[in-house]
């Protein structure tokens, strides 16, 4: 069965520190993942996506991800964390199977930036 | 390119009532999702409308019903509202017409349903 886990529902580091949201999913076929981020009373809004072309993926704001099939792992990094980077994240999989096409999300971390 | 449009931002209702939601597609995109972020859950996916057919349901009961309409604009119903139902309700859009699970959803900024 399709599923996502995100470890760690809050995360906090200091300005400048290294980002690092953990994001694993299971999955019965090649997936496709995603990252979005939500800032209070917004919607989603797509950081990032992978869909099997390069492993190593740039997304907006800095942010990248790096899927490793071996770990079933798509965890998001930011080298320097940002005030403005304090939200929730999410980590989603879709994938198309049994003629109809799922999203899955994680359950979110929310990510505080200490000054 | 207008986003995703959700109405209204906020509807305050009392236990027993109905609620209706309202989401516009980006122009172009055809499917359209609902999720419901209650507090501490996470998203939950409610409903799929694809080319104006109900596609897939999440675990909600009956009551949680919606249409997608010919220019692909959506509803969603809740009857009969609980106190459990208060959360903010997200819609999503896309192209797929259910080939193509690369798409990224693209997100309204919520309805905030509060029952009192």
């Known amino acids: 069965a399709q599923s996502v886990t995100q470890l760690g529902s809050h995360v906090s580091v200091s300005e400048g520190a290294l980002v690092l949201l953990r994001c694993n999913y299971s999955s019965s076929v090649p997936p496709y993942l995603f990252w979005y981020v939500q800032y209070p009373n917004q919607g989603l809004q797509l950081l990032l996506k992978y869909t099997s072309a390069a492993t190593l993926v740039k997304g907006i704001n800095g942010f990248e991800a790096e899927f490793k099939k071996s770990e079933t792992s798509f965890h998001l990094t930011k080298p320097s964390a940002h005030m403005s980077d304090a939200a929730e994240y999410f980590c989603?999989?879709?994938?198309?199977?049994?003629?109809?096409?799922?999203?899955?999300f994680g359950t979110g971390t929310r990510l505080k930036v200490l000054a | 390119e207008a986003g995703v449009t959700q109405s209204p931002t906020h509807l305050i209702k009392t236990r027993g009532q109905q609620a209706t939601l309202r989401c516009s597609p980006i122009?172009?995109?055809?499917?359209v999702y609902w999720y419901q972020q209650a507090l501490g859950l996470g998203l939950q996916f409610l409903l799929w409308y694809d080319e104006g057919e109900e596609r897939n349901r999440g675990n909600f009961p009956p009551r949680f019903s919606g249409r997608q309409f010919p220019n692909y604009s959506s509803e969603l119903n809740v009857n009969a509202l609980e106190l459990e139902d208060s959360a903010l309700y997200l819609c999503a859009t896309d192209r797929t017409g259910g080939d193509d699970s690369n798409q990224p959803q693209h997100f309204g900024d919520g309805t905030r349903l509060s029952i009192l």
């Open positions: 122009s172009g995109h055809t499917s």
């Open positions: 989603a999989v879709s994938e198309f199977t049994s003629g109809t096409y799922k999203y899955i």
